[in-house]
């Protein structure tokens, strides 16, 4: 999962924070672990998501806003399916 722009370390913290905005958005009462992971997963579906029209992320900021969209389009997928 590691970018080329940011590390680990970078990856985690962002996500962490893409997640838990993602998580106030979408009004669920996510954990911290839980925000992590769905920061990370959401950056990299965006990511790959967006890639298809041509719309690349790059950098903290670019992560972060990746990783919130995809973090609420994982979240909506979730709710979908369980309802």
Do not use: H, P
């Not at 905005?21 to 911290?32: L, R």
């Amino acid at each position: 999962m590691e970018d080329a722009q940011i590390g680990w370390i970078a990856a985690i913290i962002i996500g962490g924070l893409a997640g838990w905005i993602a998580s106030a958005i979408m009004k669920t009462g996510t954990g911290i672990f839980m925000n992590i992971v769905l920061g990370i997963i959401g950056a990299a579906i965006a990511s790959f998501l967006f890639s298809f029209i041509g719309v690349g992320f790059g950098g903290w900021l670019g992560y972060l806003v990746a990783g919130v969209v995809g973090a609420c389009i994982l979240i909506w997928l979730v709710r979908a399916i369980r309802s």
